[in-house]
Every structure is written in C-alpha cells, then in structure tokens.
C-alpha cells in the first residue's frame, strides 16, 4: 500500500504536534496505566478568569466534589451579555484518548475561549473521570451528570448570561466527541428533563473504532499525533477489562451494538473528518450509520487536516470550523432567538 503525503503544516505546528506526543507517550505505561505525577508537569494549564480575555470570562463551578466533577463556564462579557441576551448552550467534552487532559488544559481552554467568542454561545467544558482509573462508563455518566445539573438550574447562580437550554448541544472532540454521543443516547433513554433540550450535537473527528484494521488506519500510519499504537492504547485502558474494540462504546454501530431504537431520537449531528486522520474511515461509517437510520447528519471534511487540527489556530481548517460550527448553531436556534 502506498504510503500516503505527509500532510501541509506549518514547522511550529510540527513542533508543537511533537511536543504534544512526546508528553502522551512519556506518560503513558506499557501496562496499561498513566504516570499522574509526570503529566501534571508537562500539561500546561490555564485558570478560568473573571476578568474578560479576548471578550469572554469563566468560571470553575463543581458538579460532585467527591468524584472530582467539574466543568468550566465560558461567557461572552459584552453588553449582549450584561443585558441577559439568552445564549445557546455548548456542552464540550475535551479529547485526549479518555485518559488525558482537562478542561484546564491550556489547549482546550484556548479552543473553548474561541467557541465562545466565535459562535456567541455558553461553553460549558466538562471534567470527567479518566482511564485507566475510571473505565467505561463513567465518562458517559459523568457527562450526563452534568447535563442533569444544567437541567435542574445549576447555571442559574454560576453566571449572570442568560442561558437557553432549550437550545443546548452537546459537542467534543476526538474521544469527547465518542462521550457526546453517549451522553446524548442517555438524554434521550432519560426520563424527566424539564430544562434541556438537545438542539444537535457537533462530533470533531469522533474517537470511534473496532477490531477491523481499516483502509485509513493501514495507510496513514507515519502521519502525526495519532497511530493505531496509541489508539489500541487508549482503547485498552478505557474499555472494560476483557473487552475488544467491536465494545459498543467503540464500535457504535456494530453487530455488538445495542439495539438503535434510541438513535431515532438524536439531534441532528454535524460529523468532522479530517484527510490526514487515521480515524477517518470510522467517521464516515459513523455518519452513513445515522443516516442509515433515518437521522438528519451534515459531513464536514477537510482533506488537509490531522488529527486535532482545530488545537492550532494557526491553521486555515481551525479558523473554518469556527465558522462552520456557528452556522449550525445558528441554523438549530429557534426562531423567537
């Protein structure tokens, strides 16, 4: 099979991409488990701030203290919001294979300071529980947890902007985007929600996968950041013990999968693929599966993207999807808004 081009990135974006490998791989043990100590001093951090930066502030606000649930707010600080305009609301779900990062990371703080802004909604950037310690599903639970907190007024006391939950996506990238699909298969299993109502969901290059070596996997395998290595990795360490890549966490969509009388109920999704993802073939799968099924879905491709592209703002496909997410948050708002 002929090896495919190396993709077209800037050096400091080739620099940072190394970086960022370098740090995973330092961390991460080949028995399964993830050096806490080390990663806490080479993941960069930022503090939320109250202070406006770049037009938005946030605020850390607590879910459950005993399992270290938390997500961080992010709010537009212009007259629109000191005025109570209602915002539509982003539940974000940070990527890292489901056993690294944060909300705090000072990547996804910079991505989610950038929704905000660029898209005039709430970011609300969840903090779950991470494998190895915390496997399959408590990301899942984590996360509907936190829309459970949404629903029952918690934003009402965590920032004065007006929130409209009625028009809340659930949205993540990588392996945040596979928990915003499970989440959003528990809202709608769920019973009582008063609040929220799930106008759609935008999915950046899901984390989705199966015991299948695909086409993209056998052929990007020299592209950065992403390897079938470390995939196999991360599902070893997030996936219950025993358990095999065709796990309906993983393979949503396969024989093993539960029933999909649930996905009828699913927003619309708007599914991002990158060129240069060894991933990519899963997404699309996972896209043609919704559509399969009767399910509104929207495929946004760029040819030219790596994994994480949207991390680097200094990439033309970062800036594009600023903008494609806007039109569909736009497009799900109901009209009154």
Partial sequence: MTQAPRPPLPWTTRISVAVASAVTDAARRSNGTVNRRLLSLLDARSRASAKPYRGVRSADVVVDPVHHIWFRLFAPSDSAAAAGEPFPVIVFFHGGGFAFLSPASRAYDAVCRRICHEVRALVVSVNYRLAPEYRYPAPYEDGTDVLRFLDHGGLASADPAAADLSCCFLAGDSA????????????????????????????????????????????????????????????????????????????????????????????????????????????????????????AARLVEYPDAIHAFYAFPELKEASALMEEIKRFVDAHRSPAK
């Fill in 176 to 295: 945040g985007a596979n928990i915003a699909h499970h989440v959003a298969r528990r809202w709608a299993a769920g019973a009582g929600w008063e609040r929220v109502r799930l106008a759609g969901m935008v999915l950046i290059q899901p984390f989705f996968g199966g015991e299948e070596r695909t086409e993209a996997e056998l052929r990007l395998t020299r592209v950065p950041l992403l390897s079938v290595e470390r995939t196999d990795w991360m599902w070893r360490a997030f996936l219950p013990e025993g358990a095999d890549r065709d796990h309906e966490a993983s393979n949503v969509f396969g024989t093993r999968a539960a029933a999909g009388e649930l996905e009828a109920s699913l927003p619309e999704a708007m599914v991002v693929v990158g060129g240069f993802d060894p991933l990519q073939d899963w997404q699309r799968r996972y896209y043609e599966g919704l559509r399969s099924r009767g399910k």
